[in-house]
């Protein structure tokens, strides 16, 4: 098991943000998290990355308690992409990139490698030269992308390895999206597991293995989104009425609004 959490409570301003949440995810999984706004997503998130601490349960990460990770070994097996991400130093897009392997000690010829194939995952091999305060909103998600892949991307880094994501495509056209989470796929078959904050329940059916469900900070589903993409959940947390059919060619549902 790489990361367990277990009656999980979470209190970063004195009132429980997160109540009773329980989930497990092995090496390899991506679990999607949903929910509407305000239902503890960018909270859950900021636990698991250890921004946030516990204020009752437990966090396992690696089999052992998030707090007793030294920080430069969590960075070597966490990367984290916060829904803004504000940089507004004249970096160029690889500098930027070559970011996300600080913590290693992997020496420049290894490095070298990881931006070139981080950058083509997200299509910014062309951008490599521009300065990321020039890009467009678009191609600066991409670019924060490729940064945070650099961190976690290669097996021999670390033992264990999660990628943290939140609304990683909410930026980004349709080819680009698809283009991601086939990136994200990729690295997670490699061993790595993905926790991925989504608001199109099409693109989490498609890409995650597991689905979490929030509302008000309280678990309201987990498991497959075959399992849990029914009429009723999406009534009674969304409060919208969809259609859920089988998709026409894979074996997954398709919601309709």
């Not at 109540?19 to 706004?37: K, M, S, W, Y």
């Not at 960075?75 to 160029?92: D, E, G, I, K, M």
Request: proline share 5%.
């Amino acid at each position: 098991m790489l990361l367990s959490l277990n009656s999980a409570y979470a209190a970063p301003w004195g009132q429980d943000l997160l109540h009773d949440i329980n989930l497990q995810l092995e090496p390899g999984q991506i679990l999607g998290v949903l929910g509407p706004n305000g239902a503890g997503k960018t909270s859950l998130l900021n636990l698991l990355c250890g921004s946030t601490s516990l204020s009752r349960g437990a966090y396992l990460f690696g089999d052992r308690p998030m707090y007793e990770w030294p920080i430069l070994q969590r960075a070597r097996a966490q990367a984290v992409l916060p829904q803004h991400s504000s940089l507004n130093f004249p970096y160029t897009v690889e500098e930027v990139v070559l970011l996300g392997r600080t913590p290693h000690d992997s020496g420049s010829a290894i490095d070298a490698q990881v931006v070139n194939a981080v950058l083509d995952a997200t299509d910014t091999q062309s951008l490599r030269e521009r300065l990321y305060t020039q890009l467009s909103g678009g191609e600066k998600q991409r670019v924060q992308l490729a940064r945070v892949f650099a961190q976690v991307w290669r097996t021999q880094d670390a033992a264990q390895r999660l990628l943290l994501l939140d609304e990683p495509t909410s930026a980004l056209d349709l080819s680009h999206q698809k283009l991601i989470m086939h990136s994200v796929r990729t690295l997670a078959d490699q061993g790595c597991a993905v926790v991925i904050i989504v608001h199109d329940f099409n693109l989490a059916a498609r890409y995650t293995d597991l689905c979490l469900v929030l509302q008000d900070g309280r678990q309201r589903a987990m498991g497959t989104p075959t399992k849990i993409f029914t009429p009723d959940m999406f009534r009674e947390v969304f409060a919208v009425d969809v259609t859920v059919s089988k998709h026409p060619k894979l074996d997954i549902p398709l919601v309709i609004q």
